[in-house]
């Protein structure tokens, strides 16, 4: 079974602190990494995409990823308030369209 | 405006009855994705279509049948068969290996 793991938290930082999600995976395979941000009770929407070793910066988000480590991770510099959410970890598959995601890590930014 | 329409927002079973749940894209995406979440917990994969007239069970297929017809729609039909039918159902679609983008949700109660 080919699984994506996450600490379901919650995690708690205060504001403005540097928040750090993290995902293993087991599918050597993987190509593609994720990261979606869940408010409760809506659907799930794109933070970042990470398709090679390194990090990849937007805005205040970074995405890291660790072929060899079979890691991913997501950090929030400056976290505020509304930064409060569940974020998915989702991976997909070279040469197929299946994703498959995290039990997600519950976020708490306190202020 | 392009994107995912899912409908209804909130539906009711009665015991032993069957409902479907409609999924509509206009992003021109080949893949549809039928998603069930339970409370605190992360997505499970229903079934998913990556053309047209064609499509495969995912992790929790059992008591749920699918149908695409056309490239824009994805309709999910939840059995009397599913014994625990309570949820929320989410619809998604991609392109390959990019990011899946999902409808608004549908909350579905057995009452």
């Known amino acids: 079974q080919k699984e994506v793991e996450q600490n379901s938290g919650p995690l708690s930082v205060p504001e403005g602190a540097i928040a750090s999600l993290n995902c293993t995976y087991s599918d050597r395979g993987s190509q593609s990494f994720f990261w979606y941000r869940q408010y409760s009770g809506k659907s799930p929407e794109l933070i970042m995409f990470?398709?090679?070793?390194g990090d990849k910066e937007d805005g205040r988000f970074t995405a890291q990823l660790n072929k060899a480590s079979q890691y991913v991770s997501l950090l929030i510099r400056d976290s505020q308030p509304s930064d409060s959410a569940t974020y998915l970890c989702?991976?997909?598959?070279?040469?197929?369209?299946?994703?498959?995601f995290g039990t997600g890590t519950r976020l708490k930014v306190l202020a | 405006d392009g994107g995912i329409t899912q409908s209804p927002k909130y539906l009711f079973r009665k015991e032993g009855q069957n409902v479907t749940l409609s999924c509509e894209q206009n992003l021109n995406h080949d893949a549809m994705y039928w998603y069930r979440q339970d409370p605190g917990q992360g997505l499970r994969l229903i079934y998913y279509?990556?053309?047209?007239?064609?499509?495969q069970k995912g992790d929790i297929a059992e008591g749920y049948s699918v149908s695409r017809e056309k490239k824009e729609s994805f309709p999910l039909t939840v059995t009397s068969a599913q014994k625990n039918p309570t949820a929320f159902y989410l619809c998604?679609?991609?392109?390959?290996?990019?990011?899946?983008?999902f409808g608004q949700g549908t909350r579905l109660t057995v009452v």
């Open positions: 279509s990556q053309i047209v007239n064609d499509f």
């Open positions: 990470i398709y090679s070793n």
């Open positions: 998604a679609s991609s392109l390959r290996n990019t990011e899946a983008f």
């Open positions: 989702a991976v997909t598959t070279s040469g197929t369209y299946k994703y498959i």
